[in-house]
DNA sequence: ACCTGAACACCGTTCAAGT
DNA sequence: ACCTGAACACCGTTCAAGT
C-alpha cells in the first residue's frame, strides 16, 4: 500500500499546511536531494495523499520553487565594508556551503533562480556593489555572471557526486593514458587523474578546487574588464 | 497502441543495428531535446519495441552516452597556429554551435563529458596548448575549467528556452523594479530587465553576449593566473 | 540472434466523492 | 475547506515466448 498514509507522523501535530509540506520538502531535498523524491513519497513522508500537496502548495514546481526559497533565505550577506572581490568570493563561498546542504537546488538556481523577492535582497547588495566599484551598466551582468558561475560549478558537483560510479570509471581509463608520450596533452590529463586517485586528500577537495578556481578566474577576468573600461 | 511498431518506417531500410538506433536519437534530440524524448518514443521512430533498443544498444543511458559521442564528432578544431586565447576562443564558439544544435546535451557533457574516447582529440590538442603556454601542471585544471565553463553556459540557455513562460514572469517583475530609487541594485537589474524586453534585438542576443562574457572573463582571468605563475 | 508482446513497479496529475 | 481513494496516461525496464 504505497499510497497509503495510514500510520505515519502525523498523528496529533496540529493540522497540515503549506509550511508544514514544504518544510518536508525542504527535509528529503536535504537527505537525498532536489530530484530524488517523488511527489507521493513527499505525500507519504506528511501521512498525506498526494493530492493533499496539490491542494496546499499546487504541483511539483510549486514545491520545488518554494524549497529555492528556503535555500536562499538561509544565505547570510558578507560585510558590507569588503571590497567587490573579496566579497563576492565570500559570498558565493557561503552560497556553496547551502547549496551543498541541498543536492540538485544549484542546477535550478543558476537556470531559474528563487522567486524575484527571494533574490532581492542579495542581488540588490551584490549590484549595488559592482556599481559602487565602477562596472556601471555592466554590473548586472557581472552579477549574473558571477552568481550563476559558481551555482552551476556546484550543480556540476551535485550531479557527480549523484553517479560516482561513472565518475570513476573515466578517470581510471584517463590514468590509463598518463606516459604516452605521443599524446603529451593526454599524458598531462592522466597524471592529473593519477594523482586524483592516488592521493585521498586531493580527491576529496578536488570540486572545491574547482569551484574556487572557477570563482577566481571569473573575478580576475572582471577585474581585467574593470580596468578597460576605466581606463577609456 | 501506443507501444506497436505497426505501420512505422523500417519498411525496408535493411535490417535493425545499434547505429541506427542511434541515428535515430540524435534525430529526436535535435528535434525535442535530449530530455524530451523517451526510449518508446525512439523505438517507435524505428518501428520497433523498446525491448529491441535495449537489445541494440542498452538502457537509455547507453543511449544518450552514444548520443554525446556523436555529438562531439561533429567538433573541428581550430588552427593551430592561433595562440591559447584566440585559439579556445575559436574552439568554445564551435562547441556552443554544435551543442546548441542538441539541446540538453550541454549539461551531461559539463558532469560527465563524452566517452574517453571521443574526448580524447579535442583534449589532447587543448591541454598541450595550454602547456606550450606556460600553464604547467595547472593545464588539466584550466581546460577543465574552459570547457565546463562554455557548457554550463550552453545549458543554462538550454534549460531557460525549454521553459520560456518561467522566464519572462521573471524578467517582466525584475523590470517592474527599475524606478526604485531606495534599491539601486535592483534598479539596475531592472533596467536591464526592461531593456530586454523593449529592445528584441538585444533578447535575442542575450545568451550569447552572456556566453562570451563567461568564456572571456574565464579566458583573460587564467591570463592572469599565467602572468603570476611566470613572474614566480 | 533478434523480435514480440505483455507485464512490473513506478511516476505526476486529476477528480468525483466524502466530511 | 480539506481529505479520500481511485483513476488516467504515462514512464524505464524485464522477461518468457516465439522465429
Request: proline letters at 5%; hydrophobic letters at 45%; charged letters at 25%.
Given at each position: 500500500m504505497p499510497t497509503s498514509p495510514a500510520d505515519s507522523p502525523r498523528s496529533r501535530s496540529g493540522a497540515l499546511t503549506a509550511d508544514k509540506v514544504i518544510d518536508a520538502a525542504v527535509a528529503l531535498t536535504v537527505e537525498?536531494?532536489?530530484?530524488?523524491?517523488?511527489l507521493r513519497q513527499l505525500a507519504a513522508a506528511i501521512g498525506a495523499y498526494p493530492a493533499v500537496v496539490y491542494h496546499h502548495v499546487g504541483d511539483r514546481d510549486a514545491v520545488v520553487c518554494a524549497v529555492l526559497d528556503r535555500v536562499v533565505g538561509q544565505l547570510e550577506l558578507p560585510?558590507?565594508?569588503?571590497g567587490w572581490q573579496e566579497w563576492f568570493s565570500a559570498l558565493l563561498a557561503a552560497l556553496r556551503e547551502v547549496l551543498r546542504k541541498h543536492p540538485g537546488t544549484a542546477r535550478r538556481m543558476a537556470a531559474f533562480g528563487p522567486s524575484v523577492e527571494a533574490a532581492a535582497p542579495t542581488l540588490d547588495r551584490g549590484v549595488r556593489i559592482l556599481l559602487d566599484a565602477?562596472?556601471?551598466?555592466?554590473s548586472p551582468l557581472a552579477y549574473t555572471l558571477l552568481t550563476a558561475t559558481a551555482c552551476q560549478f556546484v550543480a556540476l558537483e551535485d550531479d557527480r557526486n549523484c553517479s560516482p560510479a561513472l565518475r570513476l570509471n573515466n578517470t581510471e581509463e584517463y590514468a590509463g593514458?598518463?606516459?604516452?608520450d605521443d599524446l603529451p596533452g593526454m599524458a598531462a590529463q592522466g597524471r592529473a587523474m593519477h594523482r586524483l586517485l592516488t592521493d585521498p586528500e586531493q580527491a576529496a577537495g578536488y570540486h572545491a578546487k574547482l569551484f574556487d578556481a572557477a570563482v577566481g578566474r571569473c573575478l580576475e577576468g572582471l577585474a581585467c574588464r574593470l580596468a578597460q573600461l576605466q581606463s577609456s
Amino acid at each position: 500500500m504505497p499510497t497509503s498514509p495510514a500510520d505515519s507522523p502525523r498523528s496529533r501535530s496540529g493540522a497540515l499546511t503549506a509550511d508544514k509540506v514544504i518544510d518536508a520538502a525542504v527535509a528529503l531535498t536535504v537527505e537525498r536531494g532536489l530530484d530524488n523524491w517523488t511527489l507521493r513519497q513527499l505525500a507519504a513522508a506528511i501521512g498525506a495523499y498526494p493530492a493533499v500537496v496539490y491542494h496546499h502548495v499546487g504541483d511539483r514546481d510549486a514545491v520545488v520553487c518554494a524549497v529555492l526559497d528556503r535555500v536562499v533565505g538561509q544565505l547570510e550577506l558578507p560585510d558590507d565594508r569588503l571590497g567587490w572581490q573579496e566579497w563576492f568570493s565570500a559570498l558565493l563561498a557561503a552560497l556553496r556551503e547551502v547549496l551543498r546542504k541541498h543536492p540538485g537546488t544549484a542546477r535550478r538556481m543558476a537556470a531559474f533562480g528563487p522567486s524575484v523577492e527571494a533574490a532581492a535582497p542579495t542581488l540588490d547588495r551584490g549590484v549595488r556593489i559592482l556599481l559602487d566599484a565602477g562596472f556601471g551598466e555592466e554590473s548586472p551582468l557581472a552579477y549574473t555572471l558571477l552568481t550563476a558561475t559558481a551555482c552551476q560549478f556546484v550543480a556540476l558537483e551535485d550531479d557527480r557526486n549523484c553517479s560516482p560510479a561513472l565518475r570513476l570509471n573515466n578517470t581510471e581509463e584517463y590514468a590509463g593514458y598518463r606516459q604516452r608520450d605521443d599524446l603529451p596533452g593526454m599524458a598531462a590529463q592522466g597524471r592529473a587523474m593519477h594523482r586524483l586517485l592516488t592521493d585521498p586528500e586531493q580527491a576529496a577537495g578536488y570540486h572545491a578546487k574547482l569551484f574556487d578556481a572557477a570563482v577566481g578566474r571569473c573575478l580576475e577576468g572582471l577585474a581585467c574588464r574593470l580596468a578597460q573600461l576605466q581606463s577609456s
